[in-house]
């Protein structure tokens, strides 16, 4: 059967080019056939006139205020929209996570988005301190259909956009620049009247210039200060100028040059919020948003997970996660990341890749043996440090190697940190023995038990579970003792005299019974000695013991690495009598040697 992947070949065109005359030796790489003579660098399409950045040079050190868009922007991008059973559960999940400013629709544009503000405004849904925002174009109908919905809100944020851009506003809206302006401050004179009529409401004005991000910076400052005045801006009543990149065009730094102008040039800035809307069709959505924080925007608007028309919008979870492996309290919680993602999963019918920032499903998961070793290593110090400091584990300072933040601080386990599969190393291995079945397993026993273990990876093809790994322990090395051609009918030590001891015992060897005897300087070098009588030649080379519980009746582990006539095995025996955990261990050696 030809494989998909396969299949797909023929149609690429391999680059074939000459290599271009000024490439050094070490990049052999050729020009391609691809079109890409059609599009145009960023520096063409949109002027940018900062230079003297000092964005580069700031740190992040609080949290911005951030606005879910996802029961909007969010909402529109999905193939089939939320019914109001699931907004409500996303704006309840909102709502427990600390958001204080959340958009819940565009209310003019669906009866659905209608039904759900006035949902809120008179189910007593929305807490004293949240403010809902509601989104609307620049038109005198819309406008009033949108104050309809949110009569009875007593705080509430009206959002009204209009695309800047100069190919939108010839192609899209078929209007010039000054009728463009003249348009936005016709609605936003009409909005603020119909806002006056609402009695005893706090309603505060947002503006979008919808593709901020390619519209002419002077425009602009002339749209968003012209508004400023209009509505009455104050330090105390402050509008919000939300700057979007729509569709994202341009490296991240671009972005944050733009919004620093706008951070520097925008009059009244105290009676402004600046925000930003970044979109992700580069994939750089995140690095956008924290460059504009650093650059001096003040509120960030973007979806969880990164939901969103096309590639999504800013992925609110990462930003947030991102601060708080800074050390800086993202004020918004996500001590339960899986219950978080599980209900935007239901919300939007959409999964969280398996490798998503912080919450899929594999991004705390080491299976490369190396990995493994070092997170080992980095959990076990980081147990003794907090252990030395006095501290709990969940409040000592976090430095463990591959985890850029503590899983548990998210509601995660380390049960997933380590997982084994063919690419997993002993001390993986050695760790999740030890972590789900009490054993220590010696360091030179490690890389013996580690090459079953990728036997039988690569064997099946498959991860193995520590419940795998526990059963795989138990076959290599503890039951040969009982199942193996040599086998112990009864036996019993004794100290005849300080540093003497004996071993009698029964041993059935082939079928047939042995009765042996043996003397050494302690009861297993008897009990070498007597194998010895029975023709069975064993030297012990290492071992190790220890109780795999704590308290009375607790079981214990012995492992020893034994030279059996000319090969060495390791064996390992379970018993609650350390003695016959010892005589066990040598035995399953002295079996697993004589097996082919
Ligand atoms: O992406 C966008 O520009 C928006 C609005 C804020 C207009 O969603
Ligand atoms: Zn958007």
């Known amino acids: 059967m030809t494989s998909h992947a396969s299949a797909t070949f023929p149609t690429l065109r391999t680059p074939a080019g000459p290599v271009p005359p000024d490439a050094p030796a070490w990049n052999r790489q050729r020009p391609g056939a691809m079109p890409h003579h059609r599009y145009r660098p960023v520096h063409d399409r949109v002027a940018l006139p900062l230079t003297d950045r000092t964005w580069p040079s700031r740190g992040i050190e609080r949290a911005p205020l951030w606005v879910p868009v996802d029961l909007r922007d969010g909402n529109q991008a999905l193939a089939e929209p939320m019914d109001t059973e699931r907004k409500r559960r996303l704006f309840d999940l909102l709502v427990a996570m600390g958001f204080k400013e959340i958009e819940v629709g565009y209310p003019s544009a669906s009866e659905t988005d209608f039904a759900f503000v006035r949902h809120l405004a008179t189910g007593g849904a929305v807490p004293e301190d949240v403010t809902v925002s509601v989104f609307t174009a620049a038109r005198r109908d819309l406008i009033d259909r949108t104050i309809a919905s949110v009569e009875g809100l007593p705080r509430t944020v009206v959002h009204l956009y209009t695309a800047t851009a100069p190919t939108w506003r010839e192609v899209v809206l078929g209007r010039s620049r000054g009728e463009v302006h003249g348009m936005i401050r016709d609605a936003a004179t009409h909005l603020m009247r119909r806002a006056g009529e609402l009695p005893g409401a706090d309603v505060r004005f947002e503006f979008s210039p919808e593709v901020f991000n390619l519209t002419e910076p002077d425009f602009v400052l002339e749209v968003c200060n012209g508004l400023t005045e209009l509505w009455e801006a104050s ?44 979109h992700n069709d580069r994939g750089t959505g995140v690095a956008c948003a924290e460059l504009a924080v650093l650059a001096g925007a003040q509120r960030v608007e973007g979806c969880l997970f990164g939901n969103g028309e096309r590639t999504g919008n800013v992925d609110l979870v990462t930003l947030a996660l ?29 999964p969280v890749p398996p490798r998503h920032p912080y919450a899929g499903a594999l991004v705390h998961t080491a299976f490369s043996g190396t990995h493994q070793d070092a997170i080992a290593k980095g959990l076990a110090r980081h147990a003794e440090q907090a252990a030395e400091q006095g501290v709990p584990a969940g409040q000592a300072p976090w430095s463990v190697p591959y985890l850029p933040i503590d899983p548990h601080d998210i509601g995660r386990t380390y049960e997933e940190v380590i997982r084994v599969n063919s690419q997993s190393g002993k001390g993986g291995i050695a760790h999740l023995l030890r972590t789900h079945h009490g054993l220590d397993l010696p360091g030179a026993l490690r890389p013996d038990f580690s090459r079953t273990v990728q036997r ?30 040599v086998t112990l009918v009864s036996w019993h030590t004794a100290e005849e005299a300080p540093g003497v001891h004996r071993f009698a015992g029964t041993l059935r060897i082939g079928g047939r019974e042995h009765h042996c005897r043996g003397t050494g300087n302690g009861p297993l070098s008897a009990f070498t000695d007597a194998l010895g009588t029975a023709g069975i030649a064993v030297d012990i080379l290492t071992y190790a013991e220890h109780a795999v519980t704590s308290g009375p009746g607790s079981p214990a582990i012995s492992y020893a690495e034994c030279r059996v006539g000319d090969v060495t095995r390791w064996g390992a025996g379970w018993d609650t009598s350390l003695l016959a955990a010892s005589v066990h261990a040598v035995l399953a050696a002295v079996n697993r040697a004589e097996r082919p």
């Open 235 to 278: 330090w105390d009543r402050p509008v919000i100028h939300n700057l979007p990149a729509t569709v994202e065009v341009a490296t991240p730094n671009v972005y944050a040059d733009q919004i620093e102008y706008m951070h520097r040039h925008l009059a009244r800035r105290d009676a402004v919020i600046l925000s930003v809307h970044p």
């Open 322 to 350: 991102n601060l708080y492996a800074q050390g800086v309290d993202p004020m918004i919680d996500f001590s339960d990341i899986d219950a978080v993602r599980e209900v935007a999963e239901y919300c939007t019918r959409l």
């Open 456 to 485: 039988a990876t690569d064997a099946g093809g498959r991860e193995l579970s520590p419940e795998d790994l526990w059963d795989l322990f138990r076959a290599t090395y503890l039951r040969p003792a009982q199942d193996g051609p």
